[in-house]
């Protein structure tokens, strides 16, 4: 599967889950490339914004997105981290 591809599917996947204000998926795969355990599974990373996480605590909200994206990873996805913030959360990263 391609990157462009697979970012397509994550952000439809999770934003049939949850209302998505904001979703950006990063790829590092390049940077494990030359480990000794790289799998050719992609290494993404996403900042995610959504009003579904308030009250959350960050497990729950990571809970959350692992469900909607669950079927793609340890096949497509080797690694994923995650911002999963609120819109305030996130506004008060941008002063």
């Known amino acids: ?6 970012q397509n599917i994550i ?3 999770i934003s049939d889950a ?10 590092y795969t390049a940077q494990h490339e ?5 799998d050719g599974n992609f290494h993404l990373s ?4 959504s009003p ?7 497990i729950e909200r990571h809970q959350l997105v692992y469900k909607a994206v669950d079927e793609y990873m340890h096949v497509e996805i080797h690694a994923l981290t995650m911002k999963t913030l609120t819109p ?3 506004k008060n ?3």
């Open 1 to 6: 599967m391609k990157l462009e591809e697979l």
């Open 11 to 13: 952000s439809k996947k």
């Open 18 to 27: 949850i209302t998505v204000e904001s979703i950006n998926v990063y790829d």
């Open 34 to 38: 030359n480990h000794a355990t790289f």
């Open 46 to 49: 996403m900042t995610l914004v």
């Open 52 to 58: 579904d996480f308030e009250g959350m605590s960050l």
């Open 88 to 90: 305030q959360e996130y």
């Open 93 to 95: 990263t941008q002063q």
